[in-house]
């Protein structure tokens, strides 16, 4: 059993920055694939990012030069650090885990973020 804890979240200005942590449990993290996920009111959840166990990284389009995940092993920690953030970025982000990257089975309680135009 894997917990993901987010944080980080919170109210920012359009064309801001800020940077999600998400803090897993257990002694295998570093054989998990990580990813991060949003639901915006009324919007299907999507794929932000993720990262497999050995750095290989994926981007959902909307993201794509602007969010950079990365993950450090000694920490039990993956990271989303999201650059020129634009209102429609606005959304519940959610952190995930699984033995793939194409198998994510463990989610945290998520973190809010609000982009203000």
Not at 61 to 68: A, I, L
Not at 77 to 85: A, E, K, S
Request: hydrophobic fraction near 35%.
């Amino acid at each position: 059993q894997v917990q993901l804890v987010e944080s980080g979240g919170g109210l920012v200005q359009a064309g801001g920055s800020l940077r999600l942590s998400c803090a897993a449990s257990g002694r295998t993290f570093s054989s998990y694939a990580m990813g991060w996920f949003r639901q915006a009111p009324g919007k299907e959840r999507e794929l932000v990012a993720r990262i497999s166990s050995v750095g290989f990284t994926y981007y959902g389009d909307p993201v794509k030069g602007r969010f950079t995940i990365s993950r450090d092993n000694a920490k039990n920690t993956v990271y989303l650090l999201m650059n020129r953030l634009h209102p429609e970025d606005t959304a519940f982000y959610y952190c995930t885990a699984g033995p793939n990257s194409g198998t994510m089975v463990y989610w945290g309680q998520g973190t809010q973020v609000t982009v203000s135009s």
